[in-house]
């Protein structure tokens, strides 16, 4: 029998498909861009006769059908590897958890876990040896189908087709259903880059510490885009790239000369990452582009290999950052905001590296929506409740629109003067009382 054979044979719709899923199974929904769409909307249909329904999945980009039916938390439950700003609206209301991780460790949890009882994703169009592309979701997909008991795939036509690396395929023997989606764009993250004079402050200040030669991880957001679009503008060449995430920036750096990977100690010449997610610019560009390779988490974020690369750079935000350098980027108080994702692992790895450097980058303030007042990032020390992603043993330079500060071997004090001269200026004074009072701040700091 054929491949084409076999795939016809599978070919069902998607309210067949789902017919398997019974009360009190664990589902896998994918990841990120790979969340399914139709088989989404035909398990919400049979919602009223399920109870008791565990999913996991994470970085959502679209609103799901499950979670607007009838009752949705009690006959669902989502547990999120990361949250999106969509998950962190369905935990706030109670449909979700998040599940702590270390991302690199992702694909091994699935060898310790519940197994899941169905897994079901999106994936591209079948080649001529039985394979489907995972497209822009490799991250640990690889391993959810191993342990799965049955996979369900929703084909994609407009998933690109992303190679160069291993783990990135599931084989029509596999699985147990194929269905067809629907012939949606992909989902949009981000967009133009639009820096605001924060962005452009921190970025400005970030610059001078690129060097020729450096391998880059960029997280999203407005921040780490701006720093890639002056890359793009600037002198520097034969950068690398080695990522959990692709996201437009690096579409923007290549497309200017300046990525070519060529002083990288591995993968040479070829832009690593775990996902990716941004505009059809991104997904254009990652499209069978073999200068490109998606590889499980395990291996792109791994410390002892990031750490392997000379003048490794990591750039990521924060929510908040205490004076003794610990930083949160997860929750603030008990809030959920987002997840750990990798930034534990790149800040490790980049503090690590031979010339490397690590940024945790963020605005010095914020205006609370709620009172309509400025508030300080920075704070004497986290919330109660508050989750600490980097440690301060860990934290390496710190940036704000009001400077930079590299806190390696400082002492207590002398990082509380330093954090406190990021901070706006507005709160400098009441952060030196807080610091007064833990013991960490010398009077002869004060200028």
């Known amino acids: 029998m054929n491949y084409q054979e076999k795939f016809q044979q599978k070919l069902t719709t998607p309210d067949e498909a789902v017919k398997c899923i019974e009360s009190g199974m664990w589902l896998d929904y994918g990841w990120c861009v790979g969340t399914t769409i139709v088989l989404d909307q035909a398990l919400a249909r049979r919602s009223q006769e399920l109870h008791d329904i565990k999913i996991r999945g994470g970085l959502l980009l679209r609103p799901l059908a499950i979670a607007s039916v009838e009752n949705a938390a009690e006959i669902f439950n989502w547990n999120t590897w990361h949250a999106s700003g969509l998950e962190r609206k369905m935990i706030a209301g109670g449909f979700g958890y998040y599940n702590p991780i270390r991302y690199s460790e992702l694909p091994s949890y699935y060898e310790n876990i519940t197994p899941p009882d169905v897994a079901m994703f999106q994936v591209g169009p079948m080649d001529e040896h039985g394979y489907f592309n995972f497209g822009p979701q490799c991250s640990h997909l690889r391993a959810v189908c191993n342990v799965a008991k049955k996979i369900i795939v929703e084909v994609n036509p407009k998933m690109p087709r992303c190679l160069g690396g291993v783990g990135n395929w599931v084989h029509i023997d596999e699985i147990a259903h194929v269905v067809m989606g629907e012939d949606v764009d992909m989902p949009i993250l981000g967009g133009e880059v639009n820096p605001s004079e924060v962005d452009l402050a921190v970025a400005n200040l970030v610059m001078p510490e690129l060097m020729d030669g450096a391998c880059l991880q960029l997280g999203i957001g407005g921040m780490p885009g701006?720093?890639?679009?002056?890359?793009?503008?600037?002198?520097?060449?034969?950068?690398?790239?080695?990522?959990?995430?692709?996201?437009?920036?690096?579409?923007?750096?290549?497309?200017?000369?300046?990525?070519?990977?060529?002083?990288?100690?591995?993968?040479?010449?070829?832009?690593?990452?775990?996902?990716?997610?941004?505009?059809?610019?991104?997904?254009?560009?990652?499209?069978?582009?073999?200068?490109?390779?998606?590889?499980?988490?395990?291996?792109?974020?791994?410390?002892?290999?990031?750490?392997?690369?000379?003048?490794?750079?990591?750039?990521?935000?924060?929510?908040?950052?205490?004076?003794?350098?610990?930083?949160?980027?997860?929750?603030?108080?008990?809030?959920?905001?987002?997840?750990?994702?990798?930034?534990?692992?790149?800040?490790?790895?980049?503090?690590?590296?031979?010339?490397?450097?690590?940024?945790?980058?963020?605005?010095?303030?914020?205006?609370?929506?709620?009172?309509?007042?400025?508030?300080?990032?920075?704070?004497?020390?986290?919330?109660?409740?508050?989750?600490?992603?980097?440690?301060?043993?860990?934290?390496?330079?710190?940036?704000?629109?009001?400077?930079?500060?590299?806190?390696?071997?400082?002492?207590?004090?002398?990082?509380?003067?330093?954090?406190?001269?990021?901070?706006?200026?507005?709160?400098?004074?009441?952060?030196?009382?807080?610091?007064?009072?833990?013991?960490?701040?010398?009077?002869?700091?004060?200028?």
């Not at 060449?237 to 990288?264: C, N, P, Q, R, W």
């Not at 945790?360 to 508030?375: A, E, R, Y």
């Not at 001269?421 to 960490?440: G, S, V």
């Open 226 to 447: 701006t720093i890639g679009k002056m890359i793009a503008e600037s002198d520097l060449k034969d950068l690398g790239v080695h990522t959990e995430m692709y996201v437009d920036a690096f579409v923007d750096m290549s497309m200017a000369g300046k990525i070519t990977g060529k002083y990288k100690p591995f993968d040479q010449y070829r832009q690593g990452y775990a996902f990716a997610a941004g505009t059809k610019k991104l997904y254009d560009f990652l499209d069978n582009n073999l200068e490109c390779a998606a590889y499980p988490v395990s291996y792109m974020n791994d410390v002892a290999r990031v750490s392997s690369i000379d003048n490794f750079v990591s750039i990521n935000g924060a929510v908040d950052i205490d004076l003794f350098g610990q930083v949160s980027s997860e929750t603030s108080g008990v809030k959920h905001i987002s997840g750990a994702g990798g930034q534990q692992d790149f800040v490790l790895g980049a503090y690590l590296s031979k010339g490397g450097k690590s940024f945790i980058c963020c605005s010095s303030s914020f205006m609370d929506k709620k009172s309509g007042t400025l508030q300080s990032r920075i704070r004497p020390t986290m919330m109660d409740g508050t989750v600490i992603t980097a440690t301060r043993s860990n934290l390496h330079w710190l940036v704000t629109e009001y400077g930079k500060l590299n806190v390696k071997g400082l002492s207590t004090w002398q990082r509380a003067e330093g954090i406190i001269n990021l901070a706006h200026p507005q709160f400098r004074d009441e952060l030196i009382a807080d610091a007064e009072k833990m013991n960490i701040w010398r009077r002869s700091n004060k200028k």
